[in-house]
């Protein structure tokens, strides 16, 4: 295997998948699943739309059938993979306006869960965070797409800036 620098030009599809695609739901694996109920709508306020006892649950926002699925099929009382292991990074949860962003960051506050950071991109503001099984989450918005930073050639050039958490609180 060659170790190389790829380019965008790489990775290029062949034919790309069709505008408007998006990712429908993510599945975690959990140890406990009340716990990670408590967390996903006891903390971050999504609703549980049905539950297999304790082997498996589904979360929503807005009544949509399930956004995140919560199970211990294989995890039962599991410890969450090791540092240095491959696997999930984070789940990205986007919310619809920067003061919905803002109420998320209040009930995490409220929950006595620290942050892992808190970072303005340019194109979105993000907390990151874990739940109870310590499975990365990000929080975030998108800003309208009009202020998203572009250089003079007009391509996107993202960035990672400290957030302004008390800022982020005062959005209304």
Aim: hydrophobic share 40%.
């Amino acid at each position: 295997m060659t170790d190389r620098l790829a380019t965008l030009a790489d990775h290029r599809p062949a034919s790309p998948v069709a505008e408007g695609t998006r990712i429908g739901h993510v599945h975690l694996k959990v140890a406990d699943l009340d716990r990670a109920l408590s967390f996903y709508c006891g903390v971050l306020g999504f609703e549980l739309t049905q539950r297999y006892g304790n082997q498996a649950a589904f979360v929503s926002a807005g009544g949509y059938h399930h956004h995140i699925g919560l199970n211990t099929w294989e995890s039962a009382g599991g410890q969450p993979p090791a540092p240095g292991t491959t696997g999930l990074y984070h789940l990205a949860i986007l919310y619809p306006t920067r003061a919905a962003l803002a109420d998320a960051l209040r009930r995490v506050m409220a929950a006595g869960i620290e942050l892992d950071g808190a970072s303005d991109h340019g194109v979105s503001e993000a907390l990151y965070l874990r739940d109870y099984d310590l499975n990365g989450v990000e929080l975030y918005w998108d800003k309208p797409r009009d202020a998203w930073p572009v250089n003079d050639k007009g391509e996107l050039t993202m960035f990672t800036r400290r957030l302004d958490l008390n800022g982020l609180l005062s959005a209304k």
